[in-house]
């Protein structure tokens, strides 16, 4: 298995694009989370996924951001239009989540490492 | 609002010796508790669990103490090996929803 797939792995853009982050979650996972990381903060959980249903969003900061799933093998994060605040690294992991939390956790992807100027 | 704290952003440690890393946290509803581990430009991998049911999981070196009534967990690495150097990062789960990350603490092993 090849893990959970992020792309790209880097992405440098001017402030006020649009910017898209793509995510390919193990296969039979039934759940899928993107994460933000920053130096003060941490891992921050910005959304998550159940059987491609959005089921809490309330960690995404503002309306620039939205997450689609529009099948079991894919995801989106995107920003529009981006802002240099933005910039971090955007972690996507996948589980399977069936009335008990995998003794395994979450499987992360190596992330996308975002910054806009 | 951090229910996962890590207070502790960095440590440092001679090889060889015990490694102690701390994590509190606020949701009495945390019921799963796990440690990940990070290194650079690469995403956290697993490293261990304890379900609330239980105070103490030991696998190799790494052990995990709970402790619910002090809403406080750490991770115990002994032997400390300079290969441990990373960022570790406490995270909790309540009955099966999402799991909720601290700011990590940068573990330095120095041989």
């Known amino acids: 298995d090849a893990g959970v797939i992020q792309s790209p792995r880097h992405e440098v853009t001017e402030m006020g694009q649009e910017v898209t982050l793509r995510c390919k979650p193990i296969s039979g996972h039934n759940s899928l989370f993107w994460y933000r990381q920053t130096m003060m903060r941490g891992l921050e959980l910005l959304i998550y996924f159940n059987n491609n249903v959005p089921i809490d969003d309330s960690g995404m900061p503002e309306d620039r951001f939205s997450a689609k799933m529009p099948n079991a093998s894919f995801s989106t994060l995107k920003i529009q239009p981006s802002e240099p605040r933005d910039s971090a690294v955007y972690f996507c992991?996948?589980?399977?989540?069936?009335?008990?939390?995998?003794?395994?956790?979450?499987?992360f992807g190596s992330g996308t490492r975002l910054t806009v100027v | 609002d951090q229910q996962v704290k890590q207070n502790s952003p960095s440590l440092s440690v001679q090889e060889g010796r015990i490694s102690i890393l701390n994590c509190d946290y606020t949701n009495s509803m945390f019921d799963y508790f796990l440690w990940y581990k990070k290194y650079p430009a690469e995403g956290p991998t697993f490293l261990i669990s304890?379900?609330?049911?239980?105070d103490k999981n030991e696998d190799g070196r790494f052990t995990v103490f709970l402790n619910k009534s002090a809403k406080h967990l750490s991770l115990h690495i002994v032997p400390s090996q300079p290969g441990d150097s990373a960022v570790y990062f406490c995270?909790?789960?309540?009955?099966?929803?999402?799991?909720?990350f601290g700011a990590g603490t940068r573990l330095t092993v120095k041989p």
């Open positions: 992991a996948s589980s399977h989540l069936s009335g008990g939390l995998a003794n395994y956790g979450y499987t």
């Open positions: 304890i379900s609330s049911i239980k």
């Open positions: 995270a909790a789960s309540a009955h099966n929803n999402d799991m909720r």
